[in-house]
């Protein structure tokens, strides 16, 4: 079941998103899709791969910067207002929380409770609601027959955020992929996005 929170976020100010998972992920297709989204939109935006090593398993780190005006920055994401984190194992390997605002949304990919987490002092820190889980890799499996969790993720971050529309997201998917695999893509995305409208509805 997904929870996620309530609240949109204000584009009048710099969006910082950080996505951690681990190689083989699609963690830096994410970033640019997201990019893409926003783009569309006529928004400014930037994507900025991970540095180190991308080989299969290991962590890996993409960021992304979204604002209605030209972004000077050009770094990675060290105070992030949005993370996303891919693969649950990394909860506790890597300090994925490092730096994130005090107002900052969490999405986390799992089929666990956020109880079962052991992010107590996370979830207490963070405004009500704005830790959110999503089954990315359940939902990748059923409609990709594959376990890539980034569309679905995406799918569920615009959601949460309300930064850009589904419909951008939808748009961005065709760019990267063709065919079959953009429709199951997308479709991905639409039943995470569906997912996190209804978890909202239950919360209100």
Same mark, same amino acid.
């Given at each position: 079941?997904?929870?996620?929170?309530?609240?949109?976020?204000?584009? =009048?100010? *710099?969006?910082?998103?950080?996505?951690? /998972?681990? +190689?083989?992920? +699609?963690?830096? $297709?994410? &970033?640019? *899709?997201? =990019?893409?989204?926003?783009?569309?939109? +006529?928004?400014?935006?930037?994507?900025?791969?991970?540095?180190? =090593?991308?080989? *299969? /398993?290991?962590? #890996?780190?993409?960021?992304?910067?979204?604002?209605? #005006? !030209?972004?000077?920055? @050009?770094?990675?994401? *060290? @105070?992030p207002d949005v993370l996303v984190?891919?693969?649950?194992?990394?909860?506790?390997?890597?300090?994925?929380?490092?730096?994130? &605002?005090?107002?900052?949304?969490?999405?986390?990919?799992?089929?666990?409770?956020?109880?079962?987490?052991?992010?107590?002092?996370?979830?207490?820190?963070? !405004?009500? +609601?704005?830790?959110?889980?999503?089954?990315? $890799? /359940?939902?990748?499996?059923?409609?990709?027959?594959? =376990? $890539?969790?980034?569309?679905?993720?995406?799918?569920?971050?615009?959601?949460? $955020?309300?930064?850009?529309?589904?419909?951008?997201?939808?748009?961005?998917?065709?760019?990267?992929?063709?065919?079959?695999?953009?429709?199951?893509?997308?479709?991905?995305?639409?039943?995470?996005?569906? &997912?996190?409208?209804? /978890?909202?509805?239950?919360?209100?």
């Open positions: 079941m997904l929870v996620i929170g309530t609240c949109p976020w204000d584009i =009048s100010v *710099m969006l910082q998103v950080r996505i951690h /998972g681990r +190689g083989g992920q +699609g963690v830096v $297709t994410a &970033a640019e *899709m997201l =990019s893409i989204a926003a783009f569309e939109e +006529g928004k400014h935006a930037q994507a900025i791969p991970s540095f180190g =090593s991308e080989r *299969m /398993g290991a962590p #890996v780190v993409a960021y992304v910067r979204i604002d209605d #005006v !030209p972004i000077e920055l @050009n770094e990675p994401v *060290m @105070n984190v891919q693969d649950p194992t990394l909860l506790q390997a890597v300090d994925v929380f490092s730096g994130l &605002a005090d107002d900052g949304f969490v999405l986390i990919n799992t089929r666990r409770a956020i109880a079962d987490l052991r992010i107590e002092d996370l979830v207490e820190r963070l !405004p009500p +609601g704005h830790v959110a889980t999503v089954p990315a $890799t /359940g939902l990748a499996l059923q409609y990709l027959g594959r =376990s $890539t969790p980034n569309t679905a993720l995406l799918g569920a971050l615009v959601a949460l $955020t309300n930064v850009i529309a589904l419909q951008s997201v939808t748009e961005a998917i065709n760019e990267k992929f063709v065919g079959e695999l953009a429709a199951r893509n997308i479709e991905v995305a639409q039943r995470a996005h569906d &997912a996190a409208r209804a /978890g909202q509805s239950r919360r209100s």
